[in-house]
């Protein structure tokens, strides 16, 4: 596609279920973010791949949170056991190094 | 590791006056991106930054990179109410492949 894809674009889950966001980069991307967004806060940087190299996990709150890339493309952010500090919007970004990142338009989540 | 603030962190302005945004890395940066994120939106990138010293324009939009690329400023000259929103900056370190750092944020409304 032209854009980096997220879904699904809205979350709705109970506290104690695991959420699985998906991230689609733009075709050819070696470097992809996750990033979390509190309403009217900034940009809180979860976890970093950069082509074959081991992520950069050093924003990652808690062991509860973790991400994996399949085949340098399609990203997985899960969050297991969900609480609701945990509701936020879910940004995925792409770029090649040193390049300016393209968002998706996020995951909002809600924990009830 | 890596830090980039920016000041003020709100800003309120009357339509057509001016607006500064300041960004400030503990660090030297290889180079400097700014976005801006409307209300409801994701971060759109503007514009990078890679000189020294370099000053770089978009029609009312003043992009200054300070001489020891570790700074940085966003000048609007006569602000719009099309210009709400929350404007980052964000810079790579001089390191392979090591993340981009965004900074705090501000946040600029405009009062009409």
């Known amino acids: 596609g032209a854009g980096v894809s997220q879904s699904p674009s809205n979350k709705v889950t109970e506290k104690g279920k695991d959420v699985e966001l998906r991230c689609d980069p733009i075709?050819?991307?070696?470097?992809l973010y996750w990033y979390r967004q509190s309403l009217g806060q900034g940009l809180e940087f979860l976890i970093y791949?950069?082509?074959?190299?081991?992520?950069?996990k050093s924003g990652l709150p808690s062991d509860r949170f973790s991400a994996e890339r399949t085949g340098g493309s399609v990203s997985t952010l899960t969050i297991q056991r969900t609480q609701q500090e945990d509701s936020a919007v879910y940004l995925c970004?792409?770029?090649?190094?040193?390049?300016?990142?393209?968002f998706g338009d996020g995951t909002r989540l809600s924990i009830l | 590791g890596q830090q980039v603030m920016q000041i003020p962190q709100y800003q309120h302005v009357q339509e057509g006056e001016d607006f500064t945004t300041y960004c400030n890395s503990s660090t030297t940066l290889s180079n400097i991106q700014w976005y801006k994120q409307r209300p409801g939106g994701h971060p759109v990138f503007l514009i990078q930054?890679?000189?020294?010293?370099e000053v770089k324009k978009q029609k009312r939009l003043t992009f200054q990179f300070g001489e020891a690329k570790k700074n940085s400023s966003l000048h609007i000259t006569a602000t719009q109410t099309t210009d709400v929103g929350t404007y980052f900056c964000a810079g790579y370190r001089n390191f392979g492949n090591e993340k981009l750092t965004f900074g705090t944020g501000t946040r600029l409304t405009i009062i009409p």
């Open positions: 970004a792409s770029s090649l190094w040193p390049g300016p990142q393209h």
């Open positions: 930054l890679v000189k020294s010293g």
């Open positions: 791949f950069q082509g074959n190299s081991a992520p950069d």
């Open positions: 075709s050819g991307h070696t470097a």
